[in-house]
Structure formats: C-alpha cells, structure tokens
C-alpha cells in the first residue's frame, strides 16, 4: 500500500480493482488523466505555498513566536509535508495503477506522509488544549519553551509509532506484470488484523481526537461568549479588554472551523475504506478509481484549507500574507500591516493586568491572555 494518511491499506484494493477490471496505467481516458492532475497539482501548489508562508510568517517575526503559533508551526508543517509527499505520489500511483519509485522509497511512503497526516490532528489538539488552559484556567502556569518542545517531540513520537506497522510490512510485489507497492499483513486466519490497526487507527487519530476538541472549544466558547469581562457592573481595561476579547473569538472560531474542515474532508474517506473490510466486492467497480480519486482529493485538500482559514479570520496572518506576496500586482500591503507583526504591549496595560489578576480571580470573570492573536507578548 502506498501511504494514504489513514492507515488504511489502498493498495491492496487497487491490486484487486486491477485484478478484475483489467485496469492499467491507459485504462483513464487522457481528458480524465489531465482534469485530474490539474486538480492535484493546483491542491499541491495552494497547500505548500499557504503552509510555508504561515511557517515564515510565525518563524521571521519574534513577536509570533508563541506557545500556539508554534504549534500552528507544527501544524503548517505536517500539512507541507502532507501534500508534498502522500498527495503527490499518490495521485501516480492511483491513476496509474503502478508503483514507479522502487522498494526504499515505497517503505518511506509508508512511514512518512502517515506520520505527518497523525501529526495534524494533534497538533490541532494541542492547540485546543493550549487554549483551554490559557481561556478558562488563565491563571495557571502556561507551557514553558522547553514543555512546548517536548510536547510537539511527543507528538512525532506517538505518530511515528501508529504509522510503524504500515512500514514493517510494506513490501513490493508484482501483479500481472505490473509493479505494486502494498502491505502484506501477516496471516491470522480471519484477515482481522488490518481490521484491527484500522479502527485503532481510526479512533486514535480521527474519533478521540475529534471529541477531546469538540469539549475543549465547547467550554471555550462558553467561557468566552457567556462570562462578561467586568467588575461591579463595569469593563475592566476598557475598549482594550474588548478587542482582545473579540480576537480571542475571532482566533477560536478559526480554529473551530479548521478542526470541522478537517472532520469533513477525513470522514468519507475513513468510510470508504471501512466499508471496504466488510464489504469484499466493492473495489472490483469498474468506477472504484474515479471514486477513490476524488474522496483521497478532498481528504487531501485539508492540507491546504487551514492557511486560508487564518488568513481570512485572523487579522495577524492576513497582514502577513499581505507581506510576503507583496510582489503580486493584486496585493497591496498597508503601513501598518509590518506594525501587527511586531507590535507589542504596552508596559501599563500589562502593569494593569497584574495588579487586577485577583480581582478577576475572585469573580470568575476572563481575563486576556497574552497570545500573538490580541497583541500580547507571551514568547517561547
């Protein structure tokens, strides 16, 4: 099986797709072949230059270097990687039904891009979490650097480990002439242990994932749109208190969007290869590769949503997109897009902050945490 981001074993179904419909690399009509690849490569390009640009634009600019852009960094990474290595080949191997890039590379297909489609939805998780306690528990100790780096380690790790058994028993084979790149899973007698890893699988990195966010942005939005930031009956801060409340919101609804996107473009696909185990004729269709084209399309193009996301909801980033396409004729960055970059918080305002810390403490109320998003200094 070449590496689909799923765990799931795709090319043991194109090996029996191949086996019954006689498909081969001519079998797709050329108009086809060249819709398609027009499809892939434009989620390719979108996805590596949105992903890298959020990339440059948290690493080049001190003041963005936080605790959550950095895992938005971790995130824009495994999304690059993603789309640069699992969409690109795949899309080959898929439409043409042969596997062209030899044995080392088939065991790298199969460890690799899985691992970095596992690394994105932790670290969207790692982001829910990191909000959580900065928005309802503000007043607990945040990550420091060095937790923040173990953490995003962490995250590899338990990545790398879930795509492992794929690499290990990633082999190469020929079928009808034709050269393959699949998992040959060892015999237990039902063929229940690829069912097994997949649902592991799928619940470890798509069902428990998805929950553990779905409570934590919950109780955030309760938090921030139903506890009132004042005291006795009047604003804390001020009109500042309430713009950076509003880009807390604005940064949650972002993030809400991006996890639902993901669920979305993920969901038919796990689908699609569940109803494979328990239904054993579906990939002898003579549609099956039409169908699987599209469905690994928009499981792919996750990769490319999120830079989009933050640069419509987030006013930081989109100043930062400004930025860095300023060369393009359609693009006119403003004065004061270079100053959302690099501004910082005043002195007083966070003098101010911690002389009310207990005061807000005592009633329960939100107080602003320092994030890159409403303007604050917290640094890794």
């Not at 690399?25 to 892939?40: D, V």
């Not at 979108?46 to 001190?62: D, E, F, K, Q, R």
């Not at 403003?334 to 100053?339: A, Y």
Request: charged fraction near 10%.
């Amino acid at each position: 099986m070449t590496a689909n981001g799923t765990g799931t074993d795709t090319n043991d179904s194109w090996a029996l797709a191949s086996h019954a419909t006689g498909l081969t690399a001519f079998s797709m009509g050329g108009w086809q072949l060249a819709l398609w690849a027009t499809a892939y490569l434009a989620l390719v390009l979108v996805a590596v230059t949105g992903n890298a640009t959020v990339i440059w634009i948290v690493l080049a600019h001190p003041q963005m270097r936080t605790v959550t852009n950095y895992f938005i960094v971790n995130l824009a990474l495994s999304d690059l990687c993603t789309a640069t290595f699992n969409t690109a080949f795949n899309f080959v191997y898929a439409s043409h039904n042969v596997w062209y890039f030899g044995r080392a590379f088939c065991y790298f297909q199969n460890l690799f891009p899985i691992t970095a489609v596992f690394v994105s939805i932790y670290s969207m998780t790692a982001i829910a979490a990191e909000r959580y306690m900065a928005i309802v528990h503000p007043f607990q100790p945040r990550l420091s650097a060095l937790a923040t780096r173990a953490v995003i380690a962490g995250i590899w790790l338990v990545a790398l480990a879930l795509a492992f058994p794929q690499c290990l028993y990633s082999t190469i084979t020929q079928d009808q002439g034709a050269t393959k790149c699949l998992v040959a899973w060892p015999e237990d007698g039902g063929g229940k242990t690829p069912l097994l890893y997949h649902l592991v699988v799928i619940a470890a990195i798509y069902v428990l994932p998805l929950l553990a966010m779905l409570a934590a942005y919950s109780v955030i939005g309760f938090t921030l749109w139903k506890r009132p930031v004042a005291v006795a009956g009047r604003q804390v801060h001020g009109a500042a208190s309430w713009r950076r409340l509003r880009a807390k919101k604005k940064f949650v609804k972002a993030m809400v969007l991006a996890v639902g996107t993901f669920a979305v473009c993920w969901l038919p696909y796990h689908l699609y290869f569940l109803l494979g185990h328990f239904q054993d004729g579906i990939y002898r269709h003579g549609f099956i590769q039409q169908l699987y084209l599209a469905l690994f399309w928009l499981a792919m193009s996750s990769t490319m949503h999120n830079p989009i996301i933050y640069c419509c909801l987030n006013r930081r980033f989109r100043s930062g997109f400004r930025l860095a396409f300023h060369c393009c004729p359609w693009v006119t960055p403003r004065e004061e897009d270079k100053m959302e970059l690099t501004h910082t918080a005043s002195v007083s305002l966070r003098a101010t902050r911690r002389s009310t810390k207990e005061i807000f403490f005592m009633v329960g109320a939100v107080v602003p945490s320092e994030t890159p998003q409403d303007g604050g200094p917290t640094k890794l």
